[in-house]
């Protein structure tokens, strides 16, 4: 059974602090994606990585960084937290010509 | 960047039929379509490649012409169980893996 784990499914955070998003993949996929969800918008790109210490930015990446230093792991940092950041966020996974497996999302609320 | 999706949302009776249309201003070389109930991680339903083939998944088909850089979802005969909302997502140009994601339609079947 694939899986895409999402270190935390509810988070709260200060105005202001540095926030760690964690993701672990367990299929040996090349490719792995940070997504925004917020109503009316869909899921929007912020990062995407294509391989160990390889990234691409996506459509709205201002304010957030990634890092991979394992091919399973995946993480997405705001460097400083701000209210607008509130959101969910979707990690996925997906292999060369496969489709793209979801983790359960995070939900961040930043006050 | 983004595909963009009609309509927002609809809401249906059980059994009757749906279109969902996406929409791409970029050309287009395969699409996916992805199902999210609420609450739980997008899911995989059907990759339509070049080619205006169509795929279907239970009584839910696709079709892609990529002359119009679009793709339309057909759900038949729906049921409760079709409720959630449907995200397609299409590669960006050259990158065949790095997956972008329509706006969403959010779909509700009532009794």
């Known amino acids: 059974d694939v899986k895409v784990t999402q270190s935390s499914r509810y988070l709260v955070k200060r105005t202001g602090e540095k926030v760690f998003l964690e993701c672990v993949q367990d299929?040996?996929?090349?490719?792995m994606f940070w997504y925004r969800q917020d109503p009316g918008l869909g899921l929007r790109l912020i990062y995407f990585s294509y391989d160990v210490k390889m990234k691409e930015k996506g459509d709205i990446p201002e304010g957030y960084s990634v890092s991979r230093e394992k091919k399973e792991r995946f993480s997405l940092i705001l460097e400083s937290a701000s209210t607008n950041q509130t959101s969910m966020y979707l990690c996925a996974s997906k292999g060369f010509r496969s489709e793209a497996f979801f983790g359960q999302g995070t939900r961040l609320t930043v006050v | 960047q983004q595909p963009v999706q009609s309509p927002q949302a609809v809401i249906l009776r059980e059994g009757e039929d749906a279109v969902i249309n996406c929409s791409s201003s970029k050309a287009l070389y395969s699409v996916h379509w992805y199902r999210q109930k609420h609450g739980e991680a997008p899911v995989f339903l059907m990759i339509l490649l070049k080619g205006g083939e169509q795929k279907g998944h239970e009584k839910i088909s696709a079709s892609f012409n990529e002359k119009k850089q679009q793709s339309s979802l057909y759900l038949t005969a729906s049921q409760l169980s079709y409720s959630g909302t449907y995200f397609c997502?299409?590669?960006?140009?050259?990158?065949?893996?790095?997956?972008?994601f329509g706006t969403g339609t959010r779909l509700q079947v009532t009794l």
């Open positions: 299929m040996d996929h090349e490719n």
């Open positions: 997502g299409t590669p960006r140009t050259g990158t065949a893996s790095k997956l972008t």
